[in-house]
């Protein structure tokens, strides 16, 4: 059972509250037209440092003694954990280092460095990010705030659904993206607490589908090599997060890149909002028709919108498209 609870999150979303936005949470009757359901979409793409992740950055950093607090935070992170730890630790003072994969999008690197966070590079892959992270620990003394897999970011990242769930009343379901499995934990402890009706749906790309796999073989699959766009999503699960979904979600939706793709464009032009490809992987099976939301009240949470122009044209583009699946 998880020693995550309702209160938890209630708690952080209170801590939170001097830094974090109140995202808005959009609706369109064009695209419930278009899709057959009643859509609330969560812009956690509007988000301080443009992603969820300041969240639970932030209540992880809240909750340190002062006496850990300076001695700076550490994580590794393709990219938005990154960005809102760094931005967290210049809000408290703090030095920030972030150990980040070599194929990283630039948009995402260059922003840890404008947070003021120090950038380590690694090679794309879970052991390198690792091992380098507990060498930059040792040389610095740095606390390291895991991205997913630590009870406040997890705590954190719940406030987003229950932000939703307020302004948008009871729910079908929650569709959330899956990486570390961090923000789809703490939606489902959020919706048990404040919408118990809710089924939480994870989404997750096909070509790092460790989740799904997880979730089916009841054992947490570690050991993969992820090919997908979505490069937020490239994440293993966490001991701590496999817990909570093996516990309380039920389904979990594999998308394609190409879906992928079109969901991004989906919510450009009905919304008129950019997501990354992470965002998107839980806005694609609206599209696909692989859920049943005819009719039903369906709450999306838009992970994020960390994506340069020249990659956002570069998808959308069928003529110029390069698909780079790096492994990490």
């Given amino acids: 059972m998880s020693t995550i609870t309702y209160a938890d999150i209630v708690s952080a979303r209170e801590r939170i509250a001097p830094y974090a936005i109140k995202t ?9 037209g278009t899709l057959g359901g009643r859509i609330f979409f969560k812009c956690e793409n509007l988000q301080r440092t443009g992603s969820f992740k300041f969240r639970g950055a932030t209540n992880a950093l809240s909750s340190l003694s002062p006496e850990k607090r300076a001695r700076g935070v550490l994580a590794h992170s393709s990219g938005n954990h990154g960005q809102a730890l760094a931005e967290g630790a210049q809000l408290f003072g703090i030095p920030a280092y972030i150990v980040v994969p070599e194929d990283a999008p630039a948009v995402k690197i260059e922003a840890i460095k404008a947070y003021g966070g120090e950038v380590i590079p690694c090679a794309p892959n879970q052991r390198s990010r690792e091992e380098t992270a507990a060498g930059v620990g040792k ?5 390291m705030i895991d991205s997913h897999d630590d009870p406040h970011v997890i705590a ?14 009871p729910l079908d379901m929650i569709l959330v993206p899956v990486g570390g499995g961090g923000l789809i934990s703490g939606t489902a402890i959020a919706a048990h607490g404040a ?24 054992r947490r699959i570690t050991n993969f090599t992820p090919r997908t766009i979505a490069d ?21 939706v594999r998308v394609e890149d190409e879906e992928t793709i079109g969901a991004i464009r989906l919510i450009l ?12 992987v839980a806005v694609a099976p609206l599209l ?7 009719g039903k009240r369906v709450g999306v949470i838009l992970s994020g919108g960390n994506i340069g122009a020249e990659a956002l044209t570069r ?14």
Avoid: M, W
Avoid at 139 to 143: F, I, L, N, P, S
Avoid at 232 to 252: A, H
Avoid at 288 to 294: D, K, M, Q, T, V
Avoid at 315 to 328: E, K, S, T, Y
């Fill in 195 to 218: 919408s118990p009706g809710t089924e939480v749906i994870g989404c997750e790309p096909a070509g790092a589908d460790d989740a799904y796999r997880s979730l089916a073989e009841g």
């Fill in 139 to 143: 040389r610095t003394g740095a606390v």
């Fill in 315 to 328: 998808l959308l583009d069928p003529d110029n498209r390069r698909h780079q699946h790096p492994a990490g």
């Fill in 24 to 32: 808005p949470v959009l609706v369109s009757s064009e695209l419930d």
């Fill in 156 to 169: 954190g990242q719940g406030t987003a659904a229950l932000e939703l769930i307020e302004e948008a009343g």
């Fill in 288 to 294: 696909s028709g692989s859920l049943p939301i005819e």
């Fill in 269 to 280: 032009e009905g919304l008129k909002v950019v997501i990354e490809p992470s965002a998107a």
């Fill in 232 to 252: 937020g999503l490239r994440t293993p699960l966490g001991e701590l997060t496999f817990s909570i979904i093996e516990e309380r979600i039920e389904t979990i």
